[in-house]
């Protein structure tokens, strides 16, 4: 539940008015829980309905391409999850649909909200790395690890695409690209641990076949290489009521920097000769003014540090809306995000790298 409470945020900048879902009982559940006044059963008809500016698009993956396609030609600012299609040629038709459009077509990239995120981005920017040479990112949760745990749409390539790659692997993708630019060339492997699990109801066992993990290398066009570490089937990383783990490391040949998501207002940085040639390693608060969204009314004091970034995504929308801000993930990043995950895809098929089209 990210989405209503961050829109909530900022009832001078939007009213929240209505919603749609698969079934009329969860529309009216939903709409009752958070006050919002009209329901419809029918998606169709909620983008038909003239009085909304903008709608946000939660919904599994594979529904998300037609979809965020008739949002667009219905004239609405979007805010979308990723992926954007189960493709490429799908992600990239969402894409080509909205260029050209004066609407706000936003990805939701969340944990590009992360303060330590935002304030790495800026160290990367401002230089103090030198030439960044290596990049290392890992997710790990205990998520999928119970075999026990019912099936989710999550599981089921129809509707989830590439598993976890098109899962969180599309966070970690836009991370990177985010931070380090263009990735140019893949090679990886993928496995899929339990084949089979418990429908909702109970009872019989459904076929999974959507990967529980993947790891893949990759080289950027800035010359940098690097690798990729994603699983939702392990322990030790992640559980504990904490659902997701997440490391990135960035080593140049001026410094280093360790970011984690559970530690969302720091760094551990080791920069210039003073400190890498003796292998010093210090804490770096965020700033003030990367602890959140600049226009963000909430207090990143009192907010739970592993959830308030998340309310900043819906600000950043609201404030792109407005002419405010262009600091937000773009269609066009989704769209490049699914071009590395279908690259994955093939080099963990094929066994082999596979060169990522520019």
Known sequence: MVHLPSLKLCPERCDVVAVASRTEENAKTFA????????????????????????????PSGLTANMAKAAVTAGKHILCEKPLGLTYADAR?????????????MVAFTF???????????????????????????????FMLDSATPVAWRNQRAQAGAGILADMGSHGIDFARYLLGDIVAVSGASRLYVRQRPSVAGGALVPVDADDACAFAVEF?????????????????????????????????????????IRPFELQIS???AMTRTQ????????????????SPRNPRVDDPLLGYKLDQGVAFLRAIAGETQEYPTFHDGAEAQ??????EAAVRERRWVHVRQ
């Not at 071009?339 to 994955?344: F, I, L, Q, R």
Request: charged letters at 20%.
């Open 339 to 344: 071009k590395v995950v279908d690259a994955v």
């Open 221 to 261: 066009a800035s010359g940098a290489i690097g690798t990729f570490d994603f699983n939702r089937a392990v322990a030790g990383r992640g559980g504990t009521g904490r659902a997701n783990y997440q490391c990135i490391e960035i080593h140049g040949t001026g410094g280093a920097a360790i970011y984690e998501l």
């Open 93 to 105: 038709e969402v894409e080509a649909a909205a260029t050209g459009s004066a609407r706000i077509h």
């Open 32 to 59: 009752a829980q958070w006050g919002i006044p009209r329901v419809y059963t029918d998606w169709k008809a909620l983008l038909a309905d003239a009085d909304l500016d903008a709608v946000v698009l939660c919904l």
């Open 112 to 142: 590009r909200f992360v303060p330590a995120l935002r304030y790495l981005k800026r160290l990367v920017s401002e230089g103090h790395f030198g030439e960044i040479r290596h990049w290392r990112m890992s997710y790990f949760t205990d």
């Open 280 to 295: 010093q390693w210090a804490r770096a608060e965020v700033p003030l003014d990367l602890r959140k969204y600049a226009g």
């Open 271 to 273: 920069l210039g000769p």
